[in-house]
């Protein structure tokens, strides 16, 4: 394997993919003989466990009343597995939306950074505050160590950081990042597949959160576990 190079990124031709029922629809075919290659979805099946707990709500009273609009055995569960405080926990329906909110404070910090060719839904979440934002094209030519050293360094008061990188798959060390925090307002890191990649997990920013306030971290339940169709994500970061 040698190094991975892609000549004439065109960052304005992607696009979120999934929408598997509004591609059928345009086709006028039924979903069922679409193969979607559009979107990053884990291979295999939901858990056993998780499947079985859906036919318990469904067999009992869980789904006939409303949920705790605060969450809160939902956020403990997640403080307690990552070991933090469980005020540094923010739940929400899926990524996306916490990608949304994540957004509203990038816009009050001023400019952020988009390295391309890069997840199009941050720069969607951005347009919703009106916030200003530049491209950056990542140098895509590297050896095949991983993790590899995040390349940018952008003078820009926001920087969004997708680890392990969509699309291209590069992990980056945690290291490179860290010293990130220092020259930012506000660093945002998706980590959405960093559970599948091997010793990915090495490689989180989520031990550093307890100490840089202006980090945070974002994570997927629905690509980890396969339930997108559930919308369940989460947010990492300072109580405040």
């Not at 990915?200 to 980090?215: F, M, Q, Y």
């Amino acid at each position: 394997m040698g190094s991975f190079v892609i000549p004439n990124v065109n960052k304005s031709i992607s696009e979120h993919g999934g929408n598997l029922r509004e591609e059928a629809r345009r086709l006028g075919v039924s979903p069922k003989i679409l193969l979607d290659a559009s979107a990053s979805l884990v291979p295999f099946q939901t858990p056993r466990k998780i499947r079985q707990c859906l036919i318990n709500a469904i067999n009992s009273y869980s789904l006939r009343d409303y949920p705790d609009c605060r969450h809160k055995e939902l956020i403990e569960a997640i403080g307690t597995w990552h070991g933090i405080p469980s005020d540094m926990v923010l739940p929400g329906n899926g990524a996306a939306e916490l990608l949304t909110w994540a957004a509203h404070d990038a816009a009050m910090a001023g400019l952020s950074c988009l390295p391309y060719p890069g997840f199009s839904d941050y720069e969607r979440a951005l347009k919703c505050w009106n916030a200003s934002y530049v491209h950056m094209p990542l140098p895509l030519n590297w050896s095949k160590e991983m993790p590899q050293s995040f390349p940018l360094n952008a003078k820009t008061d926001v920087i969004w950081i997708t680890n392990p990188h969509n699309p291209t798959g590069q992990l980056w060390s945690r290291e490179s990042i860290k010293a990130l925090l220092h020259r930012y307002q506000l660093v945002i890191c998706d980590e959405a597949f960093i559970s599948l990649v091997p010793n990915g997990e090495k490689e989180s920013l989520l031990p550093l959160v307890k100490n840089h306030s202006n980090l945070i971290v974002i994570r997927s339940l629905t690509k980890l576990f396969a339930i997108a169709g559930l919308r369940l994500g989460y947010a990492i970061s300072s109580s405040k």
